[in-house]
């Protein structure tokens, strides 16, 4: 049964009609200039009695923005090439997008800059990425100001400019813009989404999740999900519930007070997570290989239209493998990975169709500026030339331990909790068809270019257009704000405000054949980087994600492309010096106006915190943690690679002692310490391969007692095994063996757990739920030795591990 209509006129008259106040929708744009709107200061007669008939004051009223603003949504899916979605040619099935575009406009010339965090600043500010300090992603931030990861406060994201404006504000999903520093319990929050804009909350923060056991957030608070993955659980289906929840209660307590939702959930980002009756829809539909599937990808974006006739396919580098070349005894698990991958953008798109559905069903979906944008950057070939089973083993440079008899006796595990797996680097240049490169290198449109869908049946006529002048994710505020009948504000929280760097779309949208507006866009991400100018491109790629090395920077090679090569696949350079060099000083004026300068593309300078000139939350070589304390991996001394002990101070009771005192980590690597049967247990995860597990002797006894891990390492370089002794009160109660450990990374988004185990579980002793402390636990403690070997990670697996996570 549909929910009763909201009349969007109603709403409007309503608006108007509270302007006595001055803070409603009658609010004058040039006090909407300052942000908060000033209050009304009273001026006239005050009377001494209520009751004097000269007593008069104008009623309140409620904020509201102008007359005639639309509800907004923005649906931004993650790490998705321009050629993944059918809605663009794509194999994915994405029947949500379809509806949309038919109902709206295709933009096939939209772009963004080529990594996670720089995207999602960029448009939630209308600035370029290098503005507003998010030139790269939180974890490897430096100091210089367009690196830094702090968004200045002189320019505010318009999520605060609605919501200051009378908007109803919320965000589900992933949020990867809060400095690493100020991503744990004590805050500050002003860059968290309720700090930003946002009223609520609910998702989380980083920049990848396991979409069976996520570290959640509601508001700043954390909190678990509403049931496991045996229950059916998955995140992009509890985000679409969230999100449909919050939007139905909006319109029933205000129906005349617009809303702005961001849906923003982790897929399509590794790992790719999704129930196996998504993918089996798509059994042998890429036995063919990578290689073909590009050719047949164009064949139908030209069908489509969403690319011009004689765009041509770019030739595949060197860098990526030729399908024909890969063992054929590996085939099928390279398969199997696409098929996971479709199947998971297949269920993300339904699940961003109930969303629509909850709209339609409220009568509120004509009047809702909808922007569908498929990427928040291309397709991500992180995930190596055979893509894994589980990504932490390529992230901690044991990809050897995944040989292709292991890979293949996995293949059934591929998609579900067991696995975190990507897909190889061939499949993410295919879902970039027609162009060059991926995700990271933003110097090609393989990186920047994302199919982006504009709904909106009150605001412009056209259906089932395409659009194809240029634009970019910084125009996406502007836009809302003309649409909102919204001032750029110039001050916010009274800070004055920078200009809007980005341009509005609205009259493309409502006119085919409108003018190009946005003339200029630079492009830069770890040393790739090019310009676009009207038309012409002059691009240079300066390193592969895939590969450590890098040239110096000025050995770089520039290529130019012509505004008639769609796919960039016609370098002019040779042909044209003069041309190139006149865009090559173009990007240096764009790059010195918005801090793109000095350009860094530094592995260990910036992986070290005191180098790169970053704050850090812990120091020092003790740590104390309390019970109910869920922190992130980096909020936690790392006993990685050297010697350490964890001490716990416990009240058993009498019926015993069960469950987990600390614990890092989860199923796909990391460690816990608990109580199994009534004795102390200590168990190291390898990569969900091998379990070394070490208990004690005899139970703990009831009471107040000490219980202690030592791990003595065995030293000599990285992922070494160590000895492990138990003991009681100072006596040890058992001893055992850990063969091999994990170097350098545990888990993307896994915490560390007092008094419960709240993701994945680390130990196949006790399960994702139940198995909290049954006694206290006064404190933990964590000591690291003096033997660490951490000087032998590389700078650049420092780097890798950090850029994976975006």
């Keep these: 049964m549909s929910a009763p209509q909201h009349d969007s006129k109603a709403r409007d008259g309503a608006a108007a009609g509270n302007g006595s106040s001055g803070i409603s929708g009658g609010v004058a744009p040039a006090v909407r200039g300052v942000l908060p709107i000033p209050d009304p200061q009273h001026v006239g007669l005050t009377t001494y009695d209520a009751r004097d008939p000269n007593t008069k004051y104008p009623p309140i009223t409620m904020l509201r923005p102008p007359p005639g603003a639309p509800n907004v949504l923005i649906v931004l899916i993650d790490d998705v090439g321009f050629a993944a979605s059918s809605v663009f040619g794509g194999p994915c099935n994405t029947p949500v997008a379809e509806r949309l575009a038919a109902g709206g406009v295709k933009l096939n010339r939209f772009h963004t800059t080529a990594l996670c965090s720089p995207t999602r600043q960029a448009m939630l500010t209308g600035r370029n990425h290098h503005s507003v300090g998010m030139g790269g992603i939180t974890e490897i931030a430096t100091s210089a100001p367009g690196l830094s990861s702090v968004r200045p406060k002189d320019k505010a994201p318009f999520p605060e400019t609605l919501r200051l404006n009378g908007y109803s504000t919320a965000q589900f999903g992933k949020c990867h813009e809060v400095p690493v520093w100020e991503t744990s319990p004590v805050g500050p929050f002003h860059q968290w989404p309720t700090g930003s804009g946002f009223e609520y909350f609910y998702g989380f923060i980083g920049g990848e999740a396991n979409q069976y056991y996520p570290g959640l957030y509601e508001g700043t608070a954390p909190v678990e999900p509403p049931k496991s993955p045996e229950e059916g659980y998955t995140l992009t289906e509890d985000l679409a519930d969230r999100a449909v929840t919050w939007v139905r209660q909006q319109k029933a307590l205000a129906p005349d007070k617009p809303f702005f939702m961001y849906f923003a959930p982790g897929a399509t980002h590794a790992p790719h997570h999704v129930p196996k009756e998504w993918p089996d829809k798509y059994k042998g539909k890429f036995d063919d290989g990578w290689d073909a599937l590009r050719e047949k990808i164009l064949a139908r974006q030209k069908d489509l239209g969403v690319v011009p006739a004689d765009a041509q396919l770019t030739q595949r580098h060197a860098e990526i493998p030729a399908w024909d070349d890969m063992p054929a005894d590996l085939k099928p698990v390279l398969v199997r990975q696409m098929e996971i991958y479709a199947g998971f953008l297949e269920q993300t798109d339904h699940e961003v169709g109930r969303v629509i559905d909850a709209l339609d069903d409220l009568g509120v979906l004509d009047d809702t500026l909808v922007f569908y944008i498929i990427g928040d950057n ?134 085919a054949d409108a003018p190009e507006t946005h003339d200029v866009q630079y492009f830069e991400i770890m040393g790739n980087r090019g310009i676009y100018f009207q038309g012409w491109t002059a691009v240079t790629k300066h390193r592969t994600p895939w590969l450590e090395d890098a040239p110096p920077l000025d050995q770089d090679v520039w290529e130019l492309y012509g505004p008639d090569d769609w796919s960039q696949a016609h370098n002019l350079a040779a042909e044209m010096p003069d041309k190139l060099a006149e865009l090559q000083r173009l990007w240096l004026i764009e790059a010195v106006q918005y801090n793109v300068v000095p350009l860094d593309d530094r592995s260990f300078e910036r992986a070290n915190p005191d180098l790169a000139g970053r704050p850090t939350l812990i120091r020092g070589n003790s740590q104390v943690l309390f019970a109910g304390m869920r922190v992130s991996e980096h909020c936690v001394v790392n006993v990685k690679n050297k010697s350490h002990t964890v001490t716990a101070e416990l009240v058993v009771p009498e019926t015993g002692a069960r469950g987990v005192i600390i614990t890092q980590g989860g199923s796909v690597g990391g460690w816990s310490l608990y109580a199994h049967e009534g004795r102390l247990k200590y168990c190291y995860n390898f990569f969900g391969i091998n379990y070394f597990i070490v208990g004690a002797d005899e139970p703990i006894p009831p009471g107040e007692h000490q219980v202690r891990m030592e791990f003595h390492y065995d030293g000599g370089g990285l992922a070494k095994g160590g000895d492990v002794t138990l003991y009681y009160d100072g006596r040890a109660v058992g001893k055992g063996r850990v063969d091999q450990t994990e170097p350098m990374v545990y888990s993307a988004d896994e915490a560390c757990d007092v008094a419960a185990d709240s993701g994945s579980p680390a130990s196949p002793d006790y399960g994702p739920t139940g198995n909290k402390f049954t006694g206290e636990i006064n404190w933990v403690q964590i000591d690291i030795g003096g033997d660490s070997q951490d000087h032998l990670i590389s700078a650049e697996d420092r780097v890798k591990i950090a850029m994976a996570h975006q």
């Design 378 to 511: 291309g397709a991500s070939a992180e995930g190596t030339p055979i893509g894994c089973f589980n990504e932490m083993t390529t992230l901690n440079g044991m990809a050897g331990v995944e040989t292709t008899e292991f890979l293949l006796s996995k293949i059934d595990d591929f998609g579900t909790p067991q696995a975190y797996n990507h897909y190889a680097v061939g499949w993410a240049h295919a879902l970039c068809t027609p162009y060059q490169w991926t995700k990271q290198i933003a110097s090609h449109w393989g990186g920047t270019r994302n199919g982006t869908i504009v709904h909106w049946p009150n605001g412009f006529a056209d259906k089932g257009k395409v659009r194809n002048q240029f634009h970019h994710v910084i125009d996406i505020a502007p836009t809302i704000l003309e649409a909102a009948g919204l001032p750029a504000p110039i001050f916010v929280n009274g800070t004055q405000q920078a200009p809007l760097e980005g341009v509005s779309m609205l009259a493309m949208l409502r006119d």
